[in-house]
């Protein structure tokens, strides 16, 4: 599954008219880099929520004849659904019982996208998130197994965890890629949720009932083309390969 839903704010003037999918770098948008890298990984059958500019993104899909792939849309126009509810809408798509892969549609890597799926099934995990060593002002928490513990907002002293003796001091913190692997077991405890709701909100509160796990993978890049400068970044990059 591609998320591909968001709004797009802090790329604005950009996102004005177009989805944040369709922004180009180096010569394609961001939803065609993401599509193709995830069909070089083997994941040729691919599900994208749409909301901002829906319309833009279904006529690129339909031009470029769904690249050859099986790929469904998961229509949100009607109510932005977030990441849980997006989720939890396109669940149809899931039901052969198998692994699924989410990707933002904002990041680009390099990441062993096949290897991340294989560890996740030979860990019978309920979820995996790749994860790396980074700077940044929100962490993930994780113990033993590398088992979900919580979440914190180094800046503002924020904390979320199912946990009582929840101490980020104690566990190993990583910052999260956008890349996640989920199995549709997880899907049953989203049932009574609300529509709108946000995935890492339903792990953190289903960490002491779920095999929810990280994987740390260092050596992989990737660029967060989520806001101008990162854009540029991207550019920078694709100009020099």
Not at 18 to 38: N, Y
Not at 61 to 82: C, T, W, Y
Not at 127 to 139: C, G, N, S, W
Not at 203 to 213: L, T
């Amino acid at each position: 599954m591609i998320f591909a839903a968001g709004l797009g704010t802090r790329l604005k003037p950009i996102t004005d008219t177009i989805p944040k999918a369709l922004v180009p770098v180096g010569g394609r948008t961001l939803l065609e880099h993401v599509i193709t890298r995830l069909a070089e990984q083997g994941f040729d059958e691919q599900i994208i929520n749409v909301h901002h500019h829906a319309d833009k993104i279904i006529t690129f899909l339909q031009e470029k004849k769904n690249f050859g792939l099986r790929i469904e849309v998961s229509d949100e126009r009607e109510m932005l659904l977030d990441t849980g509810g997006g989720i939890r809408k396109a669940a149809h798509f899931f039901r052969d019982g198998e692994p699924f892969l989410i990707h933002n549609v904002d990041i680009l890597s390099n990441a062993d996208l096949k290897t991340l799926y294989e560890i996740h099934k030979e860990r019978g995990s309920d979820a995996t998130l790749l994860v790396k060593t980074r700077e940044t002002t929100r962490y993930l928490y994780f113990g033993e197994e590398n088992l979900l513990k919580g979440w914190a907002n180094i800046k503002t002293g924020e904390k979320k965890s199912p946990f009582r003796d929840f101490r980020p001091e104690e566990y190993d913190r990583y910052a999260f890629s956008g890349i996640q692997v989920m199995s549709p077991r997880l899907l049953t405890l989203m049932e009574h949720y609300p529509a709108k709701f946000p995935i890492m909100d339903f792990y953190i509160e289903n960490a002491g009932k779920a095999n929810i796990r990280c994987h740390v993978d260092n050596q992989f890049r990737m660029i967060d083309v989520g806001k101008l400068d990162s854009l540029k970044e991207a550019e920078e990059h694709f100009a020099n390969l």
